[in-house]
């Protein structure tokens, strides 16, 4: 999987959060459900139902999310978390497996994923550690 390939799919999950039904073999995010939103929101607190009956909030300010956004399964469970500024992910993110444990978890600077990031199945086993320079460039896994 190219680092680009890679980067959309942790960011589309970050939007989103993860699949109910991973692969516990497979350590890059899956493909995700995205909420259909219009391009200018008004400003103040959202809830965004998700194509498969989860839902995303949080707040929008100068029609851009910003602060914490999470995301939740369909039964309420958290999904993800992670934090926007002016519509830019930024600092930690965390998504998690439908039984609550951690799928993966990371940083973001600017919108680009920087540090280490952990990905583990959903019995908790680490699968695998990425690490990414200041640009986003994997510097190893």
Request: a positive charge.
């Amino acid at each position: 999987m190219t680092r680009t390939t890679l980067y959309f799919a942790l960011a589309t999950s970050l939007l989103c959060g993860c699949s109910e039904g991973t692969n516990n073999k497979q350590a890059d995010p899956p493909a995700q459900d995205t909420a259909k939103s219009p391009t200018v929101q008004p400003d103040g607190h959202h809830v965004v139902p998700l194509r498969n009956g989860g839902e995303m909030e949080g707040m929008i300010r100068d029609g851009k999310r910003h602060g914490l956004w999470v995301s939740r399964f369909p039964n309420g469970v958290l999904r993800s978390r992670t934090k926007y500024v002016q519509g830019v992910e930024e600092g930690p993110v965390e998504v998690f497996h439908a039984n609550s444990l951690t799928y993966y978890k990371g940083q973001h600077l600017h919108g680009i994923p920087v540090g280490e990031w952990v990905f583990t199945d959903s019995t908790g086993n680490e699968l695998k550690r990425v690490l990414y320079d200041n640009t986003g460039k994997v510097i190893s896994k």
